[in-house]
Each structure stands twice: as structure tokens, then as C-alpha cells.
């Protein structure tokens, strides 16, 4: 991770250290670089940049920003408005523009906001170019053999445009609904929109689809996104599910890149279930390529061991969904994902796609006929304690002789019935213990084993 850009973009308090400059300069460096790069190649044309926002109220302040830089280095910043991450992916693939950026902190709360940047082909942005935009922030660009000390503006009709282009969500829209193989009529869907991007996307898609939709925290106001709403809040949408007696609901993040789903009794459904789910489903058509379903370091012991009982392999990466991806992509794999929803299914999405999921989990719904809760019940999910220890140097903390030994010793004891990691936060000074087992008091038992060591070495605050 740079100092700017960590795996899920530039992100920060809005006006603290994420600010209006900010975004007015990764524009004015975006929109240089490409149009650089195309004049080098022969190619005098502007370079097209394509820019979503979710429903935060600093969410208009950097596209304004991003667009003053954008058109200032001379590229067109064509605008989807508010609308959801993976439908700028989708556009920024099939419509051939030189990069996109969203606007979005995902999950967090109103205050806080971030600069997502997609390539060309809708995926996370090459590292390559993120530590270019990372060196222009700190007037330390050096590129095409020479330093820039600042970028040359554009002159006359070099200056570029704006352009509405509402027109690409609405075809994203028609992308989902293409996808839907089975009617959903008859069926009684809930829907927490988190008071964010998916607001005025997922409602219309399951109506297209014939269900009977029924919609909770769809109406954004700029300071109510993922407050008590979403896929962060789901005991809101259990509630309403089992209250209105609906047979599933779905629950989306701010810029609906994640889902988790409700079954029909209230169960949490959370994003290990739904890669169980979609994989045997996969499996069972011979659709599973490479046999192989991708998560992360953090999905739950109990997810791998109902993949064995049904023989089906998994790889685990770094925790984030761009290393989900990244490992996809090189081994051609077409199912992976986090235990917090984000689901890529690379079939039909470059990235993480919170409607695209719940659309998959209702196929799987309709073609097997069973409720949510029948398809979810062979994974048993591993009771699991989690303590995050506030260290003074993580790196310190985690080569002790003493911390790797009891964790170790833990990691023996356990055996094939559970499971212990360590490993340090990427933003914040700590350590995170983690114990899955058959029970919670074996779990509380081996995390309370190391944070003791952690304690007693003197490496906790």
C-alpha cells in the first residue's frame, strides 16, 4: 500500500485527508498522463475518463474537483452521476475509456470518502500508475525522462468537456437484467439499499425480473449512507424479511460492491455461504473451472471443510478483494470472494458486483427450488473469536519468539478441528487475533493464550 492509495483506493475523512486539492490533482495527473500517453502513440484525440459517485454529500465536491483537473489537462470526464462501483467497471470496459474513477468509501460512514481508480479493462488500477499519481501528490513525478515539478495545462481547444452520460448506468442496468435466467415472479424480495448507490439500480432490475420487490433505506439524503442501513446493519433487514414474510432479502454497501443475504427465517447469509452456495451450484452443472473456488485468509474453517466434503479445491489470498481478483485472474479461475460479500463472479464482472451476487443467489433459488436456508444448512460455520490487540510495533509484536511460539502450540492443539491466524491491520496499530473452533470457549482460550504473551512481553499499549 502507497501513502495515499491503499487496496481500496485513496480514502479519508472528507476536507481532513482526503481533500478538494486532492481530487483536483489526481484529475489534472490523470488527465495529463493519458492524454500523454495517446499523443506519444500518434493519437492527438482527448482521452475520455468516466466518473460514478455513490449518495455522500462530499460526493459532488471531488467530482467537481475531478472534473476541473480532468478538463484542465485536456481529457472529456463523461459523468454516470450516482451509481454503483462495478457500473462504472462495466463501462469503463465495454466503452473503451482510458480509465474511470469512483467516488466512494464503500462501506464507511458519511463523513469519510474516497477515490476509487478502475483502467480500461474495469479493473483496479495498475500499481504502476497509482505510485505515478502518488509521486505527482507529493511533487515528486518523474516520467518520460524528465521530472515535473508541475503539468502543463491545456491551451485553446485542447481544454477539455464534460459530458452527461446517465445513458451507460442505464445500460448497466440492462446488462443485469440480461442475466437474469430465470422469471422471479412469485417470489417475495426484500432489498436494503443502505441509503446508497444501489438506490436507484437494484429495485428496478428485480422488478424487470418479476418479482415482487420490497425496499428499505432508499432514500439518501447525503449523510445517510450505511448509517443503521446495509450490509454493515443487517439486523434491519432480518427483522423486515421475517416481519413481512419475504423469501430472501439482500443487503448492499454504499456503493454496492459487497452483498449478504437474508434467508426467509432471518439467518444471516454472509459472503462464505453464498461462495458455497454458487460453487456447488457451479459444480453440480460442471460449470466450476479448474474445480477451484478463491477466498481469503479470513473466510471461515467451516467453509473449507464443507468444500471437502463435496470435493471442491480453494486457494486463500491476502485479504482485500483486488488480491481475490489479481489470483482469478492469472490461474482462470470464475468464483471467488470475502466473507464480507464482495463476490466476483469474472464470467461476467471484473469486480466485486453486490447486485450481480444477489441475482446469482436467486438463480440458484429458482433452479434447485429450495429456500435460502435448505441451500446454506450443509455449511456449518465455525464459531469464531476475534481480539484486536493495540500493539507499539506490529512487525515487533509478531516476530517475538515467544508470540510465534504460543501460536504455534495453539495451532498443534487445534489440529484439523480449527484454526488460529495473526496477523497485523493494514491502517491501524494493531495486531489481529483469530481463533475458529468446534466451540467458543476453546476459541476464547487459545486468542487469550497469545494476547497474554503479547501483555506480558510488553508489546501492547
Known amino acids: 500500500m502507497g501513502k495515499y492509495f491503499g487496496t481500496d483506493g485513496f480514502r479519508g475523512t472528507a476536507n481532513v485527508n482526503l481533500t478538494a486539492d486532492h481530487a483536483f490533482k489526481v484529475g489534472r495527473f490523470l488527465g495529463w498522463y493519458y492524454g500523454e500517453?495517446?499523443?506519444?502513440?500518434?493519437?492527438?484525440?482527448?482521452?475520455?475518463?468516466?466518473?460514478?459517485?455513490?449518495?455522500?454529500?462530499?460526493?459532488?465536491?471531488?467530482?467537481?474537483?475531478?472534473?476541473?483537473?480532468l478538463t484542465a489537462s485536456g481529457a472529456d470526464a463523461y459523468l454516470l452521476h450516482v451509481t454503483t462501483t462495478p457500473s462504472v467497471a462495466y463501462i469503463s470496459r465495454v466503452d473503451g475509456f482510458d480509465c474511470a474513477i469512483m467516488i466512494s468509501a464503500s462501506h464507511n460512514p458519511y463523513h469519510d470518502n474516497g477515490l476509487k481508480l478502475i483502467n480500461r479493462y474495469g479493473e483496479k488500477m495498475e500499481d504502476e500508475v497509482i505510485n505515478l499519481v502518488e509521486a505527482y501528490l507529493d511533487g515528486e513525478l518523474e516520467i518520460f525522462g524528465q521530472s515535473?515539478?508541475?503539468?502543463?495545462?491545456?491551451?485553446?481547444?485542447?481544454?477539455?468537456?464534460?459530458?452527461?452520460?446517465?445513458?451507460?448506468?442505464?445500460?448497466?442496468?440492462?446488462?443485469?437484467?440480461?442475466l437474469g435466467v430465470y422469471s422471479f415472479r412469485g417470489k417475495k424480495i426484500g432489498l436494503d439499499c443502505a441509503n446508497g448507490a444501489a438506490w436507484n439500480v437494484a429495485k428496478a432490475v428485480f422488478d424487470a425480473l418479476g418479482a415482487e420487490t420490497h425496499v428499505i433505506n432508499a432514500e439518501p439524503n447525503g449523510t445517510n449512507i450505511n448509517n443503521n442501513a446495509g450490509s454493515t446493519h443487517i439486523e434491519g433487514l432480518q427483522k423486515f424479511v421475517v416481519e413481512n414474510k419475504l423469501d430472501a432479502g439482500f443487503a448492499y454497501d454504499g456503493d454496492a460492491d459487497r452483498c449478504l443475504c437474508v434467508d426467509e427465517k432471518g439467518g444471516v447469509i454472509s459472503g462464505d455461504?453464498?461462495?458455497?452456495?454458487?460453487?456447488?451450484?457451479?459444480?453440480?452443472?460442471?460449470?466450476?473451472?479448474?474445480?477451484?473456488?478463491?477466498?481469503?485468509?479470513?473466510?471461515?474453517?467451516?467453509?473449507?471443510?464443507?468444500?471437502?466434503?463435496?470435493?471442491?479445491?480453494?486457494?486463500?489470498?491476502?485479504?482485500?478483494?483486488?488480491?481475490?481478483?489479481?489470483?482469478?485472474k492469472e490461474n482462470g479461475c470464475r468464483l471467488g470472494g470475502e466473507q464480507s460479500g464482495h463476490i466476483i463472479f469474472s464470467k461476467y464482472a471484473s469486480t466485486g458486483d453486490g447486485i450481480l451476487t444477489s441475482l446469482k443467489i436467486m438463480e440458484v433459488i429458482m433452479a434447485r427450488g429450495k429456500n435460502l436456508s435448505e441451500l446454506a444448512a450443509p455449511f456449518k460455520v465455525y464459531p469464531q473469536v476475534l481480539e484486536n490487540v493495540k500493539v507499539k510495533d506490529k512487525s515487533a509484536a509478531q516476530s517475538d519468539k515467544d508470540v510465534i511460539a504460543a501460536v504455534e502450540k495453539a495451532a498443534a492443539e487445534l489440529g484439523e478441528s480449527g484454526r488460529i491466524l495473526v496477523r497485523e491491520s493494514g491502517t491501524e496499530p494493531?495486531?489481529?487475533?483469530?481463533?475458529?473452533?468446534?466451540?467458543?470457549?476453546?476459541?476464547?482460550?487459545?486468542?487469550?493464550?497469545?494476547?497474554?504473551?503479547?501483555?506480558a512481553n510488553g508489546h501492547t499499549l
Do not use: Q
Open 37 to 69: 500517453i495517446k499523443r506519444r502513440n500518434g493519437d492527438n484525440t482527448a482521452p475520455r475518463v468516466l466518473i460514478g459517485k455513490d449518495t455522500r454529500l462530499s460526493s459532488y465536491m471531488f467530482e467537481y474537483s475531478l472534473v476541473g483537473g
Open 148 to 178: 515535473w515539478s508541475e503539468l502543463p495545462f491545456a491551451l485553446d481547444d485542447k481544454i477539455g468537456r464534460t459530458v452527461d452520460y446517465v445513458s451507460g448506468r442505464n445500460r448497466y442496468i440492462g446488462y443485469l437484467i440480461s
Open 273 to 328: 455461504h453464498i461462495l458455497y452456495i454458487y460453487g456447488r451450484y457451479m459444480k453440480e452443472r460442471e460449470k466450476l473451472v479448474n474445480n477451484t473456488v478463491v477466498t481469503t485468509i479470513m473466510s471461515n474453517f467451516g467453509l473449507y471443510k464443507a468444500f471437502d466434503e463435496i470435493g471442491i479445491n480453494y486457494a486463500k489470498t491476502s485479504v482485500g478483494d483486488k488480491y481475490v481478483y489479481e489470483y482469478m
Open 430 to 455: 494493531l495486531v489481529r487475533v483469530m481463533v475458529e473452533a468446534e466451540d467458543e470457549e476453546t476459541c476464547r482460550r487459545y486468542v487469550g493464550e497469545v494476547v497474554e504473551v503479547l501483555k
